[in-house]
């Protein structure tokens, strides 16, 4: 059984450093490998979704919860789509924190980004603050996924702490995470739910996160934007 492993490159690369990334990436993996998305800066999407040759799929790092209007500087589930992108994130905590995305916004996009036609990888997790209620804090920001059709969500377990900084979440942690986000899934909206882990995996710790059996693949950033080191990952993730 193979785990999707997604790249989220943030604000990274140009065109030509995604074109070269694309070729260097494709020829470190086997033919057949497919377990992997790639979330670029959204002038990169096309240029992404041509360059990985219908290899694995693309996905954008935000989207709007409108088709089209007079909404500056957002892009639509419409547009994403247009250029190759099929998944999109929802609720990174670099939104909720840099960009003052609450709950509600966030419930807005999911809703709206499903019902026309793209697969949301949603993202949760608590603040280092926060550490002492896990529960209550996934609980409050799974509420988003109310009224939405489960089958097109993906949740990502990002504990704030560890993205970015080098900690990594212990495999107890994550485990313990992901059985709960498990649970209030299935109590809240009787659905099975895949679930990534997020912050600060890189190929050395990458076997150890992705053997455990709560872990549906892994989210990426920093040592997503390496072609050597996203396709050692991918790898990982394709032989489990
Ligand atoms: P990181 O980022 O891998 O650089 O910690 C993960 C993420 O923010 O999705």
């Given at each position: 059984?193979?785990?999707?492993?997604?790249?989220?490159?943030?604000m990274?690369?140009?065109?030509?450093?995604?074109?070269n990334?694309?070729?260097?990436?494709?020829?470190?993996?086997?033919?057949?490998?497919?377990?992997?998305?790639?979330?670029?800066?959204?002038?990169?999407?096309?240029?992404?979704?041509?360059?990985?040759?219908n290899?694995?799929?693309?996905?954008?790092?935000?989207?709007?919860?409108?088709?089209?209007?007079?909404?500056?500087?957002?892009?639509?589930?419409?547009?994403?789509?247009?250029?190759?992108?099929?998944f999109?994130l929802?609720?990174?905590s670099?939104?909720?924190?840099?960009?003052?995305?609450?709950?509600?916004?966030c419930?807005?996009?999911?809703?709206?980004?499903?019902?026309?036609?793209?697969?949301v990888?949603?993202?949760?997790g608590?603040?280092?603050?926060?550490?002492?209620?896990?529960?209550?804090?996934?609980?409050?920001?799974?509420?988003?996924?109310?009224?939405?059709?489960?089958?097109?969500?993906?949740?990502?377990y990002?504990?704030?702490?560890?993205?970015?900084?080098?900690?990594?979440?212990?495999?107890?942690d994550?485990?313990?995470?992901?059985?709960?986000?498990?649970?209030?899934?299935?109590?809240?909206?009787?659905?099975?739910?895949?679930?990534?882990?997020?912050?600060?995996?890189?190929a050395?710790?990458?076997?150890?996160?992705?053997?455990?059996?709560?872990?549906?693949?892994?989210?990426?950033?920093?040592?997503?934007l390496?072609?050597?080191?996203?396709?050692?990952?991918?790898?990982?993730?394709s032989?489990?």
């Amino acid at each position: 059984m193979s785990k999707l492993v997604v790249a989220n490159w943030k604000m990274n690369k140009t065109q030509k450093e995604a074109k070269n990334f694309c070729k260097e990436f494709l020829k470190k993996i086997p033919n057949k490998t497919n377990n992997f998305v790639i979330c670029p800066p959204a002038t990169l999407i096309e240029s992404v979704a041509l360059g990985l040759k219908n290899r694995g799929a693309v996905g954008a790092q935000n989207v709007f919860y409108a088709q089209s209007g007079a909404f500056t500087g957002e892009i639509s589930p419409l547009q994403v789509l247009d250029a190759g992108a099929i998944f999109c994130l929802v609720g990174h905590s670099e939104r909720r924190n840099y960009l003052g995305e609450t709950d509600e916004i966030c419930a807005k996009k999911v809703k709206f980004a499903t019902e026309n036609g793209l697969k949301v990888i949603f993202c949760v997790g608590e603040q280092l603050e926060e550490r002492g209620s896990v529960l209550t804090v996934l609980k409050r920001q799974l509420k988003a996924l109310a009224g939405v059709d489960l089958k097109n969500v993906i949740i990502a377990y990002e504990p704030v702490w560890a993205i970015g900084t080098g900690k990594v979440a212990t495999a107890k942690d994550i485990t313990h995470a992901h059985s709960i986000i498990k649970q209030i899934v299935m109590k809240e909206f009787n659905a099975n739910i895949s679930c990534l882990y997020g912050g600060s995996v890189k190929a050395s710790n990458a076997q150890e996160i992705l053997g455990l059996n709560e872990v549906d693949g892994i989210l990426v950033g920093g040592a997503s934007l390496d072609a050597q080191e996203f396709a050692e990952l991918v790898k990982i993730g394709s032989n489990l």
